[in-house]
């Protein structure tokens, strides 16, 4: 099952710097979400104020639960320990065998992270991050440094397993084709102090192609919102 996400009112400050003014929102239960802003528009703050490890400077968030998995842009595997051994430190009883197989990588669990491809690696980060069985996956531009054939086959991956799982997905990028491929709703945000600009739904089936005429065409209008709300 998937965490529900209410939120109400919610600004961010640090000091004299405002980040997120007045968002409202509500994720719903199983749904995928892709942020969308500008550098500095607040989109790892509020991954982190989801997560708790920021205060809202006024109004409120509510989320369903508290089993969250999360990915970030860069490998933070623990470089002494195999593949194996840094899913076991998250969670010994997890189904470790089972999560290799899904992620394509049963024949690597003995290797040390520098053994492996940086896609490899992000495969492994994910891993981790499905072994606790969340019921939101935090993707924090968790595939910004993969090139596009790469990060397609990871998203395919996560596609498959959330049709399995069905937890929310909450994910920040800058790549459209990747908010589009992954999302069923795309929040676009203003430079800061940053506002829901936008909210575009992604009508595309679970089977998504780069060339559709469908995915084209989004494509295109979600070219244009950008633009237009980062101004
Ligand atoms: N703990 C903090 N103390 C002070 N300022 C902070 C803190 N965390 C974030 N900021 C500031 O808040 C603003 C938003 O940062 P944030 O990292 O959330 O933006 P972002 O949209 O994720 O940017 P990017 O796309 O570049 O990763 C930035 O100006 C940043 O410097």
Known sequence: MGARLEVRSLCKSFGSLSV??????NIRESERIVLLGPSGSGKTTFLRLIA??????SGEIK???????????EPRLIPWRT??????????KGDISGILEK????GFAGFFPAQLSGGMQQRVNLARALLV???????DEAFSSLDLPVKTSIMKDINLHWQEKHFTIIAVTHDLKEALFLADRIIILSPAPSVIARELPVTLGKVRSFSSPEFLHLEGQLLDIVC????
Not at 20 to 25: H, K, S
Not at 133 to 139: G, K, V
Request: no cysteine; hydrophobic share 45%; proline share 4%.
């Open 52 to 57: 708790g490890l920021e205060k809202p400077s």
């Open 83 to 92: 593949v194996e051994d840094n899913l076991l430190f998250v969670n010994e």
């Open 63 to 73: 989320l369903s639960s508290q089993r969250l998995g999360f990915v970030f842009q």
């Open 20 to 25: 997120l003014n007045n968002w409202n929102l």
């Open 103 to 106: 992620l394509r990588l049963s």
């Open 133 to 139: 069985e969340p019921e939101l996956l935090i993707l």
């Open 228 to 231: 237009s709300a980062d101004r």
